[in-house]
Each structure stands twice: as structure tokens, then as C-alpha cells.
Nanobody, 125 residues
Framework: QVQLVESGGGLVQAGGSLRLSCAAS????????MGWFRQAPGKEREFVAH????????DYADSVKGRFTISRDNAKNTVYLQMNSLKPEDTAAYYC??????????????????WGQGTQVTVSS
């Protein structure tokens, strides 16, 4: 069982930055691909970014490439999402995700093993 707790959401103006954090329980953190998804009201949950257990592989949604950076600190069981140049369309609840192993299919919400409770990000224009 893995428990995930997100933090760092909030209200920011367009063009601003936020850093989300997700702290995970358990002693096998490095064996999990860690990811971020988001869900806006009335829309489906969508992939944002993920990072392999070692941190050597990352993947991003096209909509955030060049603006968001995912990273992890395995010594602290924590994954981060640095969000720069935020846009109003980035407004959503952001969810941390953990899945054992690594696969390109982990960009699909149905394949995620564990979810955090979510943290709200609101970008004003």
C-alpha cells in the first residue's frame, strides 16, 4: 500500500510559477514510477508528467513541455512538479500518482496504481 500526500497548490497569476510536492509512504519508493495528472471541472483526468524510479526517464504532455519539470528525491520519498509560465488553462486539481515499475502505458489514468487526494491549482488571467 502506498499513500500519497500532495502540497503546494494555490492561486497564481498567469505567467507565474508554483511547485507541487508529493510525499509518499513506504520503503520501496524508488521502484515506482511517479506521475502527475490533472482534472479540470467537467473534463476527464489527463496525464501531465511522469518520472521513472531512478529519475532517468521522464515524459510530459505536449501542453506542458518546456514549462513544467518533474523531479524526484528518493531519499525523501518525494516527487515534485515545478510549473513555470502558468496559463489559465492549467487551472485544475492536480493529482499525484504512483505505479510500480515503468511503462509508457502509465500515461493512462486506468493504469495508475495509487492516487493522492489532489491539490488545486488556479491560474488567474
Amino acid at each position: 500500500q502506498v499513500q500519497l500526500v500532495e502540497s503546494g497548490g494555490g492561486l497564481v497569476q498567469a505567467g507565474g510559477s508554483l511547485r507541487l510536492s508529493c510525499a509518499a509512504s513506504g520503503r520501496t519508493f524508488s521502484s515506482f514510477t511517479m506521475g502527475w495528472f490533472r482534472q479540470a471541472p467537467g473534463k476527464e483526468r489527463e496525464f501531465v508528467a511522469h518520472i521513472s524510479g531512478s529519475g532517468g526517464s521522464t515524459d510530459y504532455a505536449d501542453s506542458v513541455k518546456g514549462r513544467f519539470t518533474i523531479s524526484r528525491d528518493n531519499a525523501k520519498n518525494t516527487v515534485y512538479l515545478q510549473m513555470n509560465s502558468l496559463k489559465p488553462e492549467d487551472t485544475a486539481a492536480y493529482y499525484c500518482a504512483a505505479t510500480r515499475g515503468y511503462s509508457g502505458s502509465y500515461i493512462y489514468p486506468k493504469n495508475v496504481g495509487y492516487w493522492g487526494q489532489g491539490t488545486q491549482v488556479t491560474v488567474s488571467s
